[in-house]
């Protein structure tokens, strides 16, 4: 008797899509026991293949031009900073702009440093990177092309991978240095890996594992390419608009905040100290004029409110305690240029430690900006008129 076809099960009824489901499965089966079989003959359990690392320039984006005005967290450490759209063009090499005035220069000079360096809330043409060379020209009859290579958050590991990469190949006379804040933030939030801290908004690595994160990563990058390239005005404006309507900002050391910190003084400064050291024998290796600068600031003996306040509650520190290690990295880097024979510019020195030049703890306003220009000019004249006669030493 012929069996009902209702009987039958779904593998009956579907015999070709069996076959073919069977054959995936053995097929599937091979590939990853082949696999498996790979990987522990090649480089036993655990490994993982595809992971890729890449050393990240930390730069502004080339060619970018924004609009950028202080935030509420901007607002809230400042007594003076002026709620206005600054203006931050960049270059094709990620210098901010004015930069390269002169096709053929007699000086060309480099600023390596932070968001004390990049001067974003400043008038562009009072950046102290850009007018100096402005009054250096002046002082010099000669044609100076300036560079600022600030960037917000950058510490002195940053600035070496800057100089390697991009600012070298410039050929520049002189490539100047300031940091502290930043390094000092670094090194105090992680003393184990140094300022190689595995904290994504600081690190100088960047790891993509093959991993479902890198994947939507790459496909969001993927959208923000086509953003850019169908309605890149309208989408940024959208951006400045979210940012302004923001009332909380990213907190890069969310996972440290509350822990007691251990102020370990003797390798904070050594380890400051080696990049400071690193970036004269790099200069000096390829023939540029290293100089050092100290970092203005307001960490007084007696300091107002809101200074105090916004050293102590982010980092948890009692505020003479940082201001002991901010003096100290100021000193390293004099005891660096005193024992190398590099120029030291001494802003921390040579700048009133007032709100009239600064408009919170470290950043100039416009008036600090152009006094910073002013003291670097008269420091530099000397040493700039010398360059062209005077070989720079190798160091060897």
Not at 30 to 54: C, D, H, Q, S
Not at 240 to 260: C, I, M, P, W, Y
Request: aromatic share 8%.
């Amino acid at each position: 008797m012929a069996i009902d076809k209702a009987e039958k099960s779904w593998f009956e009824r579907h015999p070709k899509k069996t076959i073919g489901f069977i054959l995936l499965l053995v097929i599937g089966g091979v590939i990853y026991t082949t696999e498996k079989i790979l990987t522990y003959k090649t480089e036993g359990p655990g490994y993982r293949a595809g992971v890729k690392r890449y050393i990240k320039i930390k730069e502004h984006h080339p060619l970018s031009c924004e609009i950028v005005s202080p935030n509420i967290t901007h607002l809230s450490v400042s007594d003076n900073l002026i709620k206005k759209p600054y203006l931050l063009r960049i270059d094709r090499d990620g210098f901010i702009m004015p930069s390269k005035i002169h096709e053929h220069p007699d000086l060309t000079m480099v600023f390596l440093g932070g968001s004390t360096t990049e001067l974003a809330f400043a008038e562009e043409k009072n950046r102290f990177p850009y007018l100096s060379g402005r009054l250096l020209e002046e002082k010099l009859h000669v044609k100076v092309n300036s560079y600022n290579g600030g960037k917000s958050g950058n510490g002195s590991l940053h600035s070496l991978d800057i100089l390697l990469n991009k600012v070298i190949p410039l050929k520049p006379d002189l490539v100047f240095l300031m940091h502290n804040v930043n390094d000092l933030t670094v090194l105090l939030y992680d003393q184990t890996n140094s300022y190689w801290t595995t904290n994504p908004y600081r690190s100088p690595l960047i790891t993509e594992p093959p991993n479902l994160r890198t994947a939507s990563r790459k496909i969001e990058e993927a959208f923000h390419i086509v953003r850019d390239l169908t309605i890149p005005n309208l989408s940024k404006e959208l951006r400045n608009l979210a940012a302004r309507l923001r009332t909380s900002q990213v907190d890069e050391f969310a996972q440290v905040r509350g822990k007691k910190i251990q102020v370990n003084k003797p390798w904070l400064i050594n380890e400051f100290k080696m990049n400071q050291q690193t970036f004269i024998n790099i200069c000096r290796a390829r023939n540029i004029t290293p100089v050092l600068m100290t970092m203005a600031s307001r960490i007084t003996d007696q300091p107002d409110r809101r200074i105090k306040n916004s050293i102590e509650e982010p980092t948890g520190l009692a505020y003479h305690e940082y201001k002991e290690m901010f003096d100290l990295f100021n000193q390293a880097i004099r005891e660096v240029g005193g024992a190398n024979h590099v120029m030291v510019i001494d802003l921390a020195q040579a700048i009133p430690q007032t709100k009239q030049y600064l408009f919170d703890v470290v950043h100039f306003n416009d008036e600090g900006s152009k006094l910073a220009a002013s003291i670097i000019s008269e420091r530099l004249a000397p040493l700039a008129a010398s360059l062209k006669s005077t070989p720079v030493s190798a160091g060897f």
